[in-house]
Each structure stands twice: as structure tokens, then as C-alpha cells.
């Protein structure tokens, strides 16, 4: 079920990060995403206050809303909901991708299913996790159940042909994920830390918004790409150059009434 819902065009509200979008801003996050492995807290901080403008823009202030934050790792996002006056709350189901220091609260669980009653959420949040579950779908299903009817459900992941599809072993993923794999080993004396089909899954944009579409607990507010300076929603409604050149898929969804 799609609509061209109310709310913002995602510009970042003024004293705030760049605008959005703005070659400015794309450069600002292209950099820091150079330094996540030297530097991951600034690259993370700035990402989480990117993040907090755009759920802004398309929903007003957060200050006194409830947001749950799925899969959002060391915190960096739900720190900064509680930074702008947000009750949020981080839900994880990694206890190895927290960091020495979580949010307060933080809770271990499973995004299929979260300790959560039906319909609490102002504000559903999931950054980069749709490409590390194996149920796509589910997982979106469990994020519309904890949102309120007219809430926002904001969820962006990595397309698996974007530039940046394999991770850590990216662009090589094009030649193929066990060659790829092969050859992040060779280069670092380590083993990657994603695996395809085991906690990294190829997921492509068409599919993704004909499903999204398809379902009648949540409208289309906006699928843009998420960090390109230009025509956000334009790259995205071109098929096979949006796998290519969308880098991230930002879908701002809309919980529908029962």
C-alpha cells in the first residue's frame, strides 16, 4: 500500500547538520565513513545526528516521543534520540556489537520478536540491519506491531549492489562473496566478519519496495536513497541503476490504523 504521506522532504531543521540533501553533507558523511575502522565513535556519532535530522524532518521534534531503536548496535543512535529529549530505548541482539558502554536500558533481543505490546513506538528506528536478517519481511512485520497507527518506521539498509553491498570485503563482493571473502583474508591476516547467507544477506531494492508496497500495515512515506547529494527519490525509481547507485536504501514508512 503506497501514499505520498505528510511530513517533511528530509531537510535537516536549521542549526542542525547539513542540508539534506547537499553534496556538502554526502562529502561530510563519505569522510567519515573512510576513518569507522580508526575512528568508528566520530563516524557513528555524526551518522546518529544525520539520522536524528531526517526522522525530525519527516516527523517533527523528538523531544517527549517514545522510539525504539532496533539492531543499533553501541548506541550511538539511541544516545542521540536521548540527547534531543526522546525516550529511547535500544534493542540488540548481538551483546558483542554493544561496546563497553551501552545506553542505559539497553535490552538483548531478537528483532522477530521484541519484548514489546503492540503499538508503543512514536518512532521505530532500524539502521542498517535489514541486510543482516534472513527474513526481511518478518523483521519489518515486528517493527510495524511495536508502532503506533500513525507512527514512523524508519529503516535503511545497504543494498547488496551497492558499492558497499559486501562490507568490509566491498566492492569486491562483484566477483563473488567467497572470493571476496578470500581476499579480505589474504590482505588482513584476519576472517571477515560477515558471511553471505549467514549474517549477511543480498538484498535488492526492487524487490524490497514491491514488498513493501504490496503490505497493508504501513504506507510509503518516502524511498530515497539515503546518503546521495541529489534527486534522492528520482535514483531510486530508475530500475537496475538504483542497485547500483542508490549506496542505501532509506525507506520512511507510516504505520497504518488496524
Not at 53 to 66: C, F, H, I, N, S
Not at 243 to 257: P, V, Y
Request: charged letters at 25%; proline letters at 7%.
Amino acid at each position: 500500500m503506497t501514499a505520498a504521506a505528510g511530513g517533511g522532504r528530509g531537510r535537516a531543521e536549521p542549526g542542525r547538520g547539513p542540508r539534506d540533501p547537499s553534496f556538502r553533507r554526502s562529502l561530510t558523511l563519505f569522510r567519515a565513513f573512510l576513518h569507522e575502522q580508526d575512528d568508528p565513535d566520530a563516524c557513528y556519532a555524526l551518522l546518529a545526528r544525520d539520522a536524528a535530522d531526517q526522522v525530525e524532518a519527516y516527523d517533527g521534534p523528538l523531544a517527549g516521543r517514545t522510539v525504539v531503536d532496533v539492531g543499533g548496535g553501541s548506541g550511538h543512535f539511541t544516545e542521540e534520540f536521548r540527547r534531543r529529549g526522546a525516550q529511547a530505548h535500544l534493542f540488540e541482539p548481538d551483546v558483542r556489537e554493544l561496546g563497553e558502554k551501552p545506553p542505559d536500558g539497553t535490552v538483548i533481543a531478537d528483532g522477530y520478536l521484541l519484548p514489546l505490546y503492540d503499538g508503543v513506538a512514536d518512532v521505530t528506528f532500524s539502521s542498517n540491519v535489514l541486510e543482516h536478517v534472513a527474513d526481511p519481511q518478518t523483521f519489518l512485520s515486528e517493527l510495524a506491531r511495536v508502532t503506533r497507527p500513525g507512527g514512523l518506521i524508519y529503516v535503511s539498509f545497504t543494498n547488496w549492489l551497492s558499492p558497499w553491498g559486501g562490507h568490509e570485503w566491498a566492492p569486491w563482493h562483484y566477483f563473488g562473496a567467497e572470493r571476496a571473502r578470500a581476499r579480505y583474508r589474504r590482505r588482513t591476516g584476519k576472517e571477515a566478519k560477515h558471511t553471505l547467507g549467514e549474517n549477511l544477506f543480498a538484498v535488492h531494492i526492487g524487490p524490497t519496495l514491491r514488498q513493501v508496497r504490496a503490505r497493508d500495515d504501513v504506507t510509503v512515506v518516502s524511498a530515497r536513497s539515503r546518503y546521495w547529494p541529489f534527486l534522492t527519490e528520482a535514483v531510486v525509481k530508475v530500475p537496475g541503476i538504483r542497485e547500483l547507485a542508490t549506496w542505501n536504501l532509506l525507506l520512511i514508512l507510516r504505520r497504518c490504523s488496524p
